[in-house]
C-alpha cells in the first residue's frame, strides 16, 4: 500500500514485507534530507499531543515537508505483517514531518538512505521479525 503526499519533499510513504524483517520507505524528492529514527513516544508536530500507535512506538522524524492526503491513522496498510502494527502520520510543522510507527516489540531496526530515482532519495526502515 502505499500513502501519496504533495510534492513538497516527501512523495510516499509505502511498506514491505521480507522473509526477516518488515520495511518501510520514505521517498523523498530530493537527497540530503535529516532525519530521526528511535524508539520512543511520538507527539503530534506543532500541537504536541501523544499519538496512541498499536504496540511500541517508533518515532520518524523527516526534516522534510508533506501534507498527508489520507487516513492519518492507518497511513499504510500493515495487516498481517510480522512486525509492523500500525504506521501513522503526525503532521508537519516548520518543514518536519513526524510519523508513528507502531511494532510488535523492541526489534533489532537499521535505518538508511537510498539515492534515487533521479534527484531523489529514499529512506528506509528495517525492522527485524526476532532477535
Given at each position: 500500500?502505499?500513502?501519496?503526499?504533495?510534492?513538497?519533499?516527501?512523495?510516499?510513504?509505502?511498506?514491505?514485507?521480507?522473509?526477516?524483517?518488515?520495511?518501510?520507505?520514505?521517498?523523498?524528492?530530493?537527497?540530503?534530507?535529516?532525519?530521526?529514527?528511535?524508539?520512543?513516544?511520538?507527539?503530534?508536530?506543532?500541537?504536541?499531543?501523544?499519538?496512541?500507535?498499536?504496540?511500541?512506538?517508533?518515532?520518524?522524524?523527516?526534516?522534510?515537508?508533506?501534507?498527508?492526503?489520507?487516513?492519518s491513522r492507518e497511513l499504510v496498510d500493515?495487516?498481517?505483517?510480522?512486525?509492523?502494527?500500525?504506521?501513522?502520520?503526525?503532521?508537519?510543522?516548520?518543514?518536519?514531518?513526524?510519523?508513528?510507527?507502531?511494532?510488535?516489540?523492541?526489534?533489532?531496526?537499521?535505518?538508511?538512505?537510498?539515492?534515487?530515482?533521479?534527484?531523489?532519495?529514499?529512506?528506509?526502515?528495517?525492522?527485524?521479525?526476532?532477535?
Amino acid at each position: 500500500m502505499d500513502a501519496t503526499f504533495t510534492a513538497n519533499d516527501i512523495e510516499s510513504v509505502r511498506s514491505g514485507r521480507h522473509a526477516c524483517y518488515d520495511r518501510l520507505v520514505i521517498d523523498l524528492d530530493r537527497r540530503g534530507v535529516g532525519y530521526d529514527v528511535r524508539y520512543g513516544a511520538v507527539y503530534t508536530e506543532g500541537a504536541g499531543e501523544r499519538v496512541s500507535l498499536r504496540g511500541t512506538d517508533i518515532r520518524i522524524t523527516v526534516r522534510a515537508w508533506g501534507r498527508e492526503l489520507r487516513n492519518s491513522r492507518e497511513l499504510v496498510d500493515v495487516r498481517g505483517y510480522d512486525t509492523f502494527r500500525q504506521v501513522a502520520f503526525a503532521g508537519t510543522f516548520e518543514g518536519q514531518t513526524t510519523l508513528g510507527l507502531g511494532v510488535r516489540a523492541r526489534l533489532p531496526m537499521r535505518v538508511f538512505e537510498l539515492d534515487g530515482p533521479g534527484s531523489g532519495s529514499r529512506l528506509v526502515i528495517d525492522v527485524a521479525h526476532h532477535w
